[in-house]
């Protein structure tokens, strides 16, 4: 992998931007906007700091071969995203709001960095060049260390969101990601992994361990010869890959979703690491609402995302899970499933659990938004099945949860009959 397929130079007609590259661009630009939009909720707040890395930056422009028109690309989709979310936080207040971003675009090729500033200097981003917008040619693993000092230089909050666009699946080893994630407070990572180009690649020889080193996954080759032997090998491996980002990345909240590509008709992996379960509630947020390229392994309830290894021993019963979109099937048979299944997590808290450490308990297994799960929970304490009190544990709330705070009890009661 690591061929380069876009090609930006000044002068020469930017690349065609392909569909999944659009679908992806959808999904950076909801993220970035509902994310200052989520966490600038708060009227008082007057300013919010966040810097935002761009690791595999490209040129900035593509030309959209129907439309003929141009279309921005990643490091252009941040500035636009946050003039966007600055406005709609200004619009929500009645004094000034401040919206402290800094960009650092990282990009290996000289030509496509030239072209990169000479699209900004052009746009009406151009003043930020001066003290916002940091423009670094390399390798983006050998810049890690003088980006994640810079986050942090900035202040005690260290948000940072890194957007880690990788042709193939060698660029980003995932010891890098555990890095930036255990050194930056509240950083967050997006990951492109063309996980069918590497399942193609993976052998029983020397030359795959040597690679799978590189990108920091362990999965001997006796693991590979085995699951190549199985009937749903292609699933199966796929199953050690995700719990090998998991783990090896060490992030507390795993979002994976596969966008298929048309052209090649292999998926890669848009994945979402964090260490926050409200950055995890954001990405699965928009989800639900780009249903239309984005699609989920495995059926809805607890359990559903498909990548726990206990799975591997229980591949048919996977097989005949329907696929899983995000619409109004899916929410529906989502609200099914945790109907029945929720009640089975909660009883052994006896003295109860906050629906804060529900749900973050939860969330990597299953794609439901705090509201969706609220939702479920609310049902289940109207029909008297679990108890909901706030923190202090002083009123009853018969609706349901109103703040993450909020306790949920098991009705013993109602354990009787269950
Ligand atoms: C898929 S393109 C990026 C597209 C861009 N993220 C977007 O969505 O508009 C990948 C870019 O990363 C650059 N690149 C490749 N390897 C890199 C590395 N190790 N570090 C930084 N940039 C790299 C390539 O030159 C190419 O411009």
Known sequence: MGHKNHDWGVGKTPPVIR????????????????????????????????????????????????????RSGSPLIMLEAMDQAAEAAKASRLKPFHLDVQYIFVEKDAETIDYLRSVISKSKHAPLLADRI????????????????????????ERAIFVLDQFGYIDVPLPTIRNILATVDKAEVFMTFAVDFLIDYLSENEATQQTLAKIGITLPSKTIGTAKESRDWRRSIQLALHEQIRSQTAAKFYTPFFIRSEDSHRDFWLVHLSGHFRAR???????????????????SGLQMLGYDPKYDSDLTR??????????????????????????????????????????????????????????????????????????QKLIIRRAGIRHDSDIILPNPQRRLFT
Request: neutral net charge; hydrophobic residues 35%; contains cysteine.
């Open 19 to 70: 569909s999944h590259s659009l679908a992806k661009h959808r999904v950076l630009r909801g993220y970035l906007e509902r994310y200052i939009s989520v966490l600038t909720a708060n009227p008082r707040l007057d300013q919010f700091r966040l810097t935002l890395v761009d690791g595999f930056a490209g040129g900035g422009i593509y030309l959209d071969a129907r439309s003929k028109e141009e």
């Open 134 to 157: 940091q423009l670094l040619q390399g390798e983006f693993t050998a810049k890690v260390p003088e980006i994640t000092a810079f986050v942090k230089q900035r202040g005690r909050a």
């Open 281 to 299: 509630d954001v990405m699965v947020g928009l989800h639900w609402k780009e249903n239309r390229s984005f699609a989920h392994y495995g059926g």
């Open 318 to 391: 996977q097989r005949m899970l329907p696929e899983f979109h995000f619409d109004q099937t899916a929410r529906a048979s989502s609200h099914e499933e945790l109907l029945r299944q929720l009640p089975e997590r909660i009883f052994p808290s006896k003295d109860g659990i906050t629906f804060q450490s529900l749900f973050s308990s939860l969330t990597n297994e299953c794609p439901v938004t705090a509201e969706i799960m609220k939702d479920v929970l609310n049902d289940l304490a109207k029909d008297g099945t679990i108890r909901v009190q706030d923190k």
